[in-house]
């Protein structure tokens, strides 16, 4: 095809900015300059007079839900009034944001309307995310091969996202259960098959699980209604995370001065203890009656499941995606309860209902020299442990990393400990430190750990370290945050504290639960 090629024109559209820097990296690959690229906005693409004889190449955006960015608005205008699209080839790079329906909206109407006047696709269109770096590579080296006349390439490339949701969630089988910890409540790896489904994500993004509710709970809202139709209408709405708003509208129903009386202002502790582990039926029976509360009332107040965040364990990988979850299993008032997400995870309940979102927020550094601070606590070590098996997917990588792995007891609570001593072995880790608090005379902390081993830790951050800091919020960023401070003697001295001005520096990657 390169013979064919008379000029190779680069139009990008872009709102934040990454489609212009993207199209910036493309104009200077070293086998487009043969052709002399011009770089240029959408807006003003038809300025360089787009023949037959050219190769168009777009890297855009799509602006909130679908729309076109700022820079890039007039295109599909122009293009109607153009006479010199039929014949004209063209390759589509589209970057959009999953949470939005319309997902790369405007990139799939740019490639139909260039369709529509003539133009003929040479690369399958790209519906990206923001995990857009991998697939960017996948497009060069494809295009380069079309460029060098291998034209089923571009018909043989496959790069969409699927925008799973909420409302169009991905049913995901359960192919790995395996226990990590030895006591209860038990830490569990979980492993779901994910092929087929174009999901494609990250280490360090987050999964999200869309749940149905225990059958045992299900049939004891339905004996208290007196509906045996309760437990199917039910199954999918929101019986453990009670808003306020359902409580109102129950207090309204059911005439409880004791429930009105719980939800004013003054009585906000004493609501929050009474809430933490309870669940609807609870409420039911405690403020309602079957009469003032019925079926169809429920459904009319109660909002679906909500979907339940984990952040993704596992190295980018288009077949499966691994999690860390600890199992939630208590009795509250004599009757067994169990955690929506772990007790579907855990139990024989089939597929599981997933999207996944990303966040860069806690991402590998874009500079691979930057050193790695990983600091986790029990399940916390699930997107640290993604973040150190995608840094050994990479062996060109040779960052310097310390884990510093904080749980109960050595023997029986060391998560991933044979594949952590592994990791550490073949270099992936260059120090594994662990604070095991239950294993000594006296408790011992990650903070404590931090101390010991404070020369080391504040050589790194000198170093121009990433702190990743993974684990229970209430317990562990303020003391973590005090070591840290400490071990670099901060302590009263900085104007800024240490926190800020590593979160400033873009050094700072807090996943707190």
């Excluded at 990008?12 to 011009?38: I, K």
């Excluded at 995901?172 to 994910?194: D, G, K």
Aim: aromatic content about 8%; hydrophobic content about 40%; proline content about 4%.
């Amino acid at each position: 095809m390169a013979d064919l090629i008379e000029r190779i024109v680069i139009g990008y559209g872009s709102e934040s900015g990454d489609a212009r820097a993207l199209a910036l990296r493309l104009g200077e690959q070293p086998f487009l300059q043969p052709f002399a690229p011009q770089v240029l906005e959408l807006n003003h693409l038809f300025q360089a007079e787009p023949r037959s004889g050219d190769l168009l190449l777009i890297v855009s955006s799509s602006f909130g839900d679908g729309e076109p960015p700022a820079n890039a608005e007039q295109f599909i205008d122009q293009l109607q009034h153009y006479a010199g699209a039929d014949g004209l080839r063209y390759a589509i790079f589209g970057l959009g944001d999953t949470a939005y329906p319309n997902f790369c909206g405007f990139t799939k109407t740019l490639d139909a309307a260039l369709a529509e006047r003539g133009a003929h696709s040479v690369i399958n269109r790209v519906d990206a995310d923001a995990a857009f770096e991998g697939f960017f590579s996948q497009w060069l080296a494809v295009l380069e091969k079309v460029l060098n006349g291998d034209e089923q390439a571009g018909r043989d490339l496959h790069l969409q996202v699927t925008a799973w949701s909420e409302d169009n969630a991905f049913a995901a089988p359960i192919i790995e259960r395996r226990r990590l910890s030895a006591e209860a409540p038990c830490a569990w790896h979980i492993r779901l098959n994910i092929a087929g489904s174009g999901i494609h994500y990250r280490a360090g993004d987050t999964l999200y699980l869309q749940p149905e509710n225990d059958a045992d709970l299900l049939a004891a809202i339905g004996t208290w209604l007196g509906r045996s139709d309760a437990a199917e209408a039910l199954r999918r709405r929101e019986l453990r995370q009670i808003s306020k708003t359902t409580l109102r509208e129950l207090a309204k129903l059911s005439g409880s001065d004791e429930l009105k009386a719980l939800l004013k202002i003054s009585q906000r502790k004493t609501l929050e203890a009474y809430l933490y582990g309870a669940d609807l039926l609870d409420v039911l029976e405690d403020f309602c009656t079957p009469q003032s509360v019925t079926l169809d009332a429920l459904l009319e107040l109660l909002p679906g499941c909500l979907p339940r965040a984990y952040s993704i364990a596992s190295r980018p990988d288009t077949e499966i995606v691994d999690l860390c979850v600890r199992e939630v299993c208590y009795e509250r008032r004599n009757r067994a309860r169990k955690g929506v997400a772990t007790g579907w995870l855990l139990g024989d309940n089939g597929a599981m209902r997933i999207f996944s979102r990303a966040n860069p927020g806690f991402w590998l550094p874009k500079d691979e020299r930057a050193p790695l601070l990983l600091i986790g606590t029990g399940t916390g070590i699930a997107p640290l442990i993604g973040l150190l098996r995608e840094q050994a997917m990479e062996s060109a990588t040779t960052r310097e990393t310390c884990l510093i792995f904080g749980e109960k007891r050595r023997e029986g609570d060391f998560l991933y400990r044979g594949e952590l001593e592994e990791l550490e072995q073949q270099g992936t880790i260059g120090q594994l430190i662990t604070a095991f608090s239950r294993d000594g005379a006296g408790k011992y902390y990650v903070q404590d750990a931090i101390a010991d081993n404070a020369e080391h830790i504040s050589a790194m951050l000198q170093r121009g370290a990433h702190v990743y800091l993974c684990g229970n919020k209430q317990h562990l960023e303020g003391a973590v945050e005090n070591a840290l401070t400490a071990v670099c003697g901060l302590a009263g001295q900085a104007e800024e504290t240490l926190w800020q001005q590593l979160a400033q520096q873009g050094r700072l990657h807090l996943e707190l639960y």
